[in-house]
């Protein structure tokens, strides 16, 4: 029998990115570039907010594409954001 | 007549649409969004509040309560289906409506009275207005920045589907009286079978004069004649 953390390591991870499409306003990425700004940091030029999310999968032979469904259908909004996912095994 | 309002869990502006229901003399019923039973209503309202705490986006998680799937079919046959506030983000995430609700640009939760002015007299939601009519009507929001693809903004535009846009005391479309930043000042939309409507501000919470303003009542009146009057082409 595995123990916890061979478990832990049999474990496939995705890490899903979101981030706001270009173009679309960024309220929180401009409050935060003011801020650094404000700071004295000048070598900082913009910044842009996002999301990020991990997810632990399971055996199932289709995760990869059912993550990138779960994507489209919920993590991310198709009509601001975009999306991209790194797979860990 | 029939209202139904749908609960989600954090909804908190249910009890309000409902009274408001009752305020004009109508039969009114609540709707869990665990069901799937839209109990014979003629109009739904998708409520203002939380849903499910607002958590990924306002409106993400509400889209798959199992009640929705009933709601969007409703709308698809012609049902009226009205969503305010959290409800119109609702509608948008779940593809309603297009477009999508953002952060207010000064990034504050927004509770004042607005005035938005009334762009459409011709749906079964505002029949009972004038165009150009300006209504005092309060926001209570902080994802409310109505956008769109500037395309998509201007289709919405020719297909003259805006019914609602803020405006100031006298009418007038500026930008100063545009509390969220939404593109044109959109208020409010309604799709192109002209029987979903969505808007941030809350008519439901402008229906008596002790409480700052009726000017919601109308609003709720138009659904009902409009139903009233399909009835009775419908018996003919």
Same mark, same amino acid.
């Given at each position: 029998m595995a123990g916890p953390m $061979? !478990?832990?390591?049999?474990?496939?991870?995705?890490?899903?990115?979101?981030?706001?499409?270009?173009?679309?306003?960024?309220?929180?990425?401009?409050?935060? $570039? !003011?801020?650094i700004k404000n700071m004295g940091y000048d070598a900082v030029k913009s910044v842009r907010s996002g999301r990020f999310f991990e997810l632990e999968l399971g055996e199932d032979s289709d995760s990869k594409g059912k993550v990138t469904e779960i994507c489209q259908k919920l993590l991310a909004n198709p009509v601001i954001e975009n999306f991209n996912v790194d797979f860990e095994e | 007549m029939k209202f139904g309002v749908v609960t989600f869990p954090g909804s908190n502006c249910d009890y309000d649409a409902f009274a408001a229901a009752r305020l004009i003399g109508e039969e009114v019923e609540f709707l869990w969004h665990q069901e799937t039973d839209l109990k014979g209503c003629d109009v739904v309202i998708l409520p203002g509040g939380f849903a499910h705490g607002d958590y990924l986006r306002s409106g993400a998680i509400a889209r798959?309560?199992?009640?929705?799937?009933?709601?969007?079919?409703?709308?698809?046959?012609?049902?009226l289906l009205f969503g305010i506030c959290n409800g119109f983000q609702v509608l948008l995430e779940s593809g309603l409506l297009p477009g999508a609700l953002i952060r207010n640009r000064d990034l504050?939760?927004?509770g004042r009275d607005v005035y938005i002015r009334?762009?459409?007299?011709?749906?079964?939601?505002?029949?009972?207005?004038?165009?150009?009519?300006?209504?005092?009507?309060?926001?209570?929001?902080?994802d409310g920045n109505y956008y769109n693809f500037r395309g998509d903004v201007e289709r919405l535009k020719k297909k003259n589907l805006v019914v609602f846009r803020?405006?100031?005391?006298?009418?007038?479309?500026?930008?100063?009286?545009?509390?969220?930043?939404?593109?044109?000042?959109?208020?409010?939309?309604?799709?192109?079978?002209?029987?979903?409507?969505?808007?941030?501000?809350?008519?439901e919470r402008a229906m008596e004069k002790i409480l700052g303003s009726d000017d919601g009542y109308k609003m709720f009146e138009s659904v009902r004649d409009f139903i009233n009057r399909s009835v009775i082409i419908e018996k003919a």
């Open positions: $061979e !478990r832990m390591m049999s474990k496939n991870k995705a890490t899903v990115f979101i981030r706001l499409k270009d173009g679309v306003l960024d309220p929180q990425g401009l409050t935060i $570039e !003011r801020a | 798959f309560s199992p009640i929705m799937k009933s709601v969007a079919g409703f709308a698809k046959n012609g049902g504050r939760f927004r009334v762009e459409r007299n011709d749906t079964p939601f505002t029949n009972g207005y004038k165009i150009g009519d300006v209504l005092k009507i309060p926001i209570a929001h902080k803020y405006c100031n005391r006298e009418g007038e479309i500026t930008d100063q009286s545009n509390p969220n930043g939404s593109a044109d000042n959109i208020a409010g939309i309604i799709s192109d079978s002209g029987n979903v409507l969505g808007m941030m501000p809350h008519p």
